[in-house]
C-alpha cells in the first residue's frame, strides 16, 4: 500500500513558492553574468509578484499549522488512500 501512496506523491504537480523560485533564476543569471536580469524582473513586476505571492503562502501555512494546533485529535472510520 505504501508503494502506492509514493507512486501518487510522484505524479502531484511540483510546486515552487515564486519568491524561491525567482532568488534561483536570479542566482542562476548572475553565474552565467546577466547582470540585468533583477532590473528587468523588477520593471516587469515579476519581483512584486513574487513576492506578494510567496508572503500569501507563507501566511497559508501559518494558519494551517496555527489550525492544526488548535484541532482536537479524532478517530476515523475511513483510512486514507496509501495508509
Known amino acids: 500500500m505504501s508503494s502506492h501512496f509514493v507512486e501518487l506523491l510522484s505524479a502531484a504537480p511540483e510546486y515552487i513558492n515564486p519568491a524561491i ?4 533564476e536570479a542566482m542562476r543569471a548572475e553565474q552565467q ?3 540585468e536580469f533583477l532590473e528587468r524582473a523588477a520593471r ?14 507563507g501566511k497559508a501555512v ?6 492544526m494546533g488548535h484541532a482536537i485529535p ?7 488512500i496509501g495508509f
Open 21 to 24: 523560485l525567482l532568488a534561483a
Open 33 to 35: 553574468g546577466d547582470t
Open 44 to 57: 516587469t513586476g515579476a519581483v512584486e509578484r513574487a513576492i506578494a505571492e510567496g508572503f500569501r503562502e
Open 62 to 67: 501559518i494558519g494551517a499549522l496555527t489550525a
Open 74 to 80: 479524532q478517530s476515523s472510520k475511513e483510512v486514507p
